[in-house]
T-cell receptor, first 116, second 111 residues
Framework: GAVVSQHPSWVICKSGTSVKIECRSLDFQATTMFWYRQFPKQSLMLMAT?????????EQGVEKDKFLINHASLTLSTLTVTSAHPEDSSFYICSAVGRGTNQPQHFGDGTRLSIL | QKEVEQDPGPLSVPEGAIVSLNCTYS??????FMWYRQYSRKGPELLMYTYSSGNKEDGRFTAQVDKSSKYISLFIRDSQPSDSATYLCAMRGSGNTPLVFGKGTRLSVIA
């Protein structure tokens, strides 16, 4: 149980395009989803927290107009990197927390984004 | 002082060894403690999830939490080459607050 699916796993695109990453909880309802960014050999850096049906809360230094988050349902959150540039190239990972108090976070397998 | 300190390693051990990984933290509000395993180019996989102080065992893995010392540990018995990965400690306070991660320890188990 507690499977989180992330798609796509790898995307390469040209500078200036927008890229959408999907995060789905497959066998549970996720009241909260988190989006992280990870650089090589470093730990996860929290970008934003999203609760179903409400606006995402962004961490300091993360541009909300650059990284659009939509938590449309209890099983789906999307991250759109708008007008992507090479410095946006990174490994993006989502996680989800199920209903109930003090549930653990379960992570997707990440999306490797490469902007040329 | 960072909220969570974790030695990044790398740590290299022979197959069959007992591995000890640990983290220290400074925030006394942390109540929930997790260990994740992350293989290269994959997302973190939850290994252990504990609340407050005490021990928890699951197969070859044992997690220990000592809140009085603000110190947590993960022990891996009979380590296998397939255990080679980065191990991340993570913790948080109550509710669905964001996790605070350690930097991760890179472990290599040599056959």
């Amino acid at each position: 149980g507690a499977v989180v699916s992330q798609h796509p796993s790898w995307v390469i695109c040209k500078s200036g395009t927008s890229v959408k990453i999907e995060c789905r909880s497959l066998d549970f309802q996720a009241t909260t989803m988190f989006w992280y960014r990870q650089f090589p050999k470093q730990s996860l850096m929290l970008m934003a927290t999203s609760n179903e049906g409400s606006k995402a809360t962004y961490e300091q230094g993360v541009e909300k107009d650059k990284f659009l988050i939509n938590h449309a349902s209890l099983t789906l959150s999307t991250l759109t990197v708008t007008s992507a540039h090479p410095e946006d190239s990174s490994f993006y990972i989502c996680s989800a927390v199920g209903r109930g108090t003090n549930q653990p976070q379960h992570f997707g397998d990440g999306t490797r984004l490469s902007i040329l | 002082q960072k909220e969570v300190e974790q030695d990044p390693g790398p740590l290299s051990v022979p197959e069959g060894a007992i591995v000890s990984l640990n983290c220290t933290y400074s925030n006394s509000a942390f109540q929930y403690f997790m260990w994740y395993r992350q293989y290269s180019r994959k997302g973190p996989e939850l290994l252990m999830y504990t609340y407050s102080s005490g021990n928890k065992e699951d197969g070859r893995f044992t997690a220990q939490v000592d809140k009085s010392s603000k110190y947590i540990s993960l022990f891996i018995r009979d380590s296998q080459p397939s255990d080679s990965a980065t191990y991340l400690c993570a913790m948080r306070g109550s509710g669905n607050t964001p996790l605070v991660f350690g930097k991760g320890t890179r472990l290599s188990v040599i056959a």
